[in-house]
Each structure stands twice: as C-alpha cells, then as structure tokens.
DNA sequence: ATGTATGCAAAGCGTTTGCATCATG
DNA sequence: CATGATGCAAACGCTTTGCATACAT
C-alpha cells in the first residue's frame, strides 16, 4: 500500500473523494502489520474519529482492495483480515491466539508442475501456514493443555 | 473419509447415532470430488430425501470435521466447502466459474524455515493456487473478457 | 453545483442454536 | 426407555445495501 498521501492523489485522480474518514483509514492501515479485521480497523479509527460508520469502513476496505492496495485475507476464521503488505508473500497463523506473521515467499517459489495444472492458466498462490505462537506455546506447557494434534481446525482448550 | 457402512460403525462406536440423514449425507460425499458446500450437499441429499433440514446437514458436516473424516475448505468465497479427501493434498481454484481441482503436494515439501517460524510450532500448511480452468479460459478468448490480470480477489467478467 | 461519501438501519448470507418432537441403540 | 438427532425458526456474526443528508471537488 501507498503512502497516506500518495494514496490520496490516486484516489482523486480516480474521481473517488478524499474524506476525513478515509485519511484516518488509510493512516491506521499504513504501515500495520497487524492484518486486522474491518473490526479492528474500526476500532483503531473511531479512537480519533468515534463518529465514523462501520459500513464506511467496509466501504473504503472494499474500494482498497479493488484498487490492488491492500489484500484481503481469509484465514478461515469467518471474517476477513487486511494486509496492506502487497507484495508476494504468505502467512503463518496461530491456531490458539489467531495472531498472524507474515513469512517471506524466500525461495519455494511454489510452482506447479504442468500436469497437476490440469489445463490452468495458473495466476497465483495462497499459503497459510497453521501453527503455535511462541505465546501461546508457553501457555500451553503451563496449562498441560491437551497436545496440539488433532487441532488446526478446532483449536484446543483454553 | 471412511466408507459409509464403516463410518456408520464408528458413529455407533462413539455413542453417536446412525440416522437415515446422517446416512444419505455420507453417500453423498463418499468419494466426491467436487468439494461441495454445505448448500450443495443439502440439495443432493434432497433429492432422495426432500425433508431433510439444513440444520441436519450443517450439523453433520459438523460433525465429520471434528471427527477428521472430512475436510472444511475456505476459499474465500464466504462459505466453506467440504472435501472427504482428507490426505495432504492441495487446491487449485477457478477464479471466473469456482470450480476446485485437487493437487497432489508432490515433492512440494512445503516447509517454513527455521528462520522463518518465528518461533511457532508449525501443524501445516494450506495451499491454494487459483488459476482459470480450460472451460472458462476458452470462453474469455470468445468474450474478449478483460486480460484475467487484475483479477483474483474480484474475478472478471460476465 | 454536481456527484460521491457518509451514517444509519435494515437486509443479506452462511451458519449455529433453542426447543419440542422423534427414533436409534 | 434414555439419549441423542431432527426440523423448524429464530438468532448470530460479518458484510452489503438503500436512502436521505452532508461534503469534496
């Protein structure tokens, strides 16, 4: 994603406004490496903006998205997540907390062999990766939590 | 995912009852490789039983997933599909029509390095690859749709 | 001034749940 | 006969939409 600024030049260049609401949108996605939900973002805008819609924030996730500025994630988790890292790379979650790091594309350059490509005009890959946080591992040894094996589907206790 | 008269006899095993639905439902997805939704295993099963719920089938598909005799796929199409196939293996997805291709894992290993887990346990990994399938890809070169570039994550045209 | 964005509330969609009834084991 | 499953409808969480108002350009 572009800088806030920079942003807003595409979007009025594009006919599309430049509101206050989505300045502060912008400025909470820039940067944020939290991949968080439109409820998170909502949350996070409303601190300086507390007037702002949720539909706003829906609405201006949307237009991101189509514009190619942020992805949006599906972690399986019912609800979508927003990355503004754009660039060719895959996610590692955990099943426990659901935070979310992102993992370089480094060199599994995850192609597929032309026969398992089935007639495709191949044109991009999701990874997740399903794990446990540090955090959430430490907890786990203290709880004596059941072994996190049949899991990564239903997460285990709590 | 079991054959049906072996998954009946490990529902019993487990206290769990062996009903009429719940035996259609498993008919339905032996062996099906057409990843259905929840929808759609509803309207195969109606078909031989028009007075079944969708309730009943949620809950029984519910139930195979916890049981790890099938698996809850998430595309990203805001709803889950359903894949008795349940050895590692991948997915490749048409962006235009929403059809689902397994693909073998191969030799894709597909492992995060050590540098890379940030410290988690990693349980595994779900890849899906999108792509537009030789059906679709032949009506695109008909329509003379939009280059299929911008897309995955808002598919072309109509 | 024009057209787009906003906030609100309602609707939409997939999924889950509460409850009375039914049927399996 | 006891327990768990069913069907129905309501509730749920996330997301989109319709509409009248407000604001960026």
Redesign the pocket.
């Known amino acids: 994603m572009q800088r806030t600024e920079q942003l807003c030049d595409k979007f009025?260049s594009l006919?599309?406004?430049?509101?206050?609401?989505?300045r502060h949108i912008f400025q909470v996605l820039e940067g944020n490496g939290s991949h968080p939900?439109?409820?998170e973002v909502y949350d996070r805008v409303k601190v300086s903006m507390p007037?702002?819609?949720?539909?706003?924030v829906?609405?201006?996730l949307?237009e991101l998205v189509n514009l190619g500025e942020i992805r949006s994630l599906d972690l399986g988790e019912?609800?979508?997540r927003y990355d503004p890292h754009t660039d060719g790379h895959h996610h590692l979650s955990c099943v426990r907390c659901r935070g979310v790091v992102d993992v370089a594309c480094g060199t599994h350059a995850l192609e597929l062999a032309p026969e398992q490509q089935h007639g495709h005009r191949i044109l991009g890959a999701d990874v997740t990766f399903y794990g446990v946080c540090p955090t959430c591992l430490e907890q786990e040894s203290v709880n004596q939590t059941a072994p996190s094996l049949r899991m990564w589907g239903v997460p285990a206790s709590d």
């Open positions: 009025r006919g599309l406004k430049v509101t206050p609401q989505r939900s439109a409820d007037d702002i819609s949720l539909a706003t829906y609405n201006t949307r019912g609800r979508s």
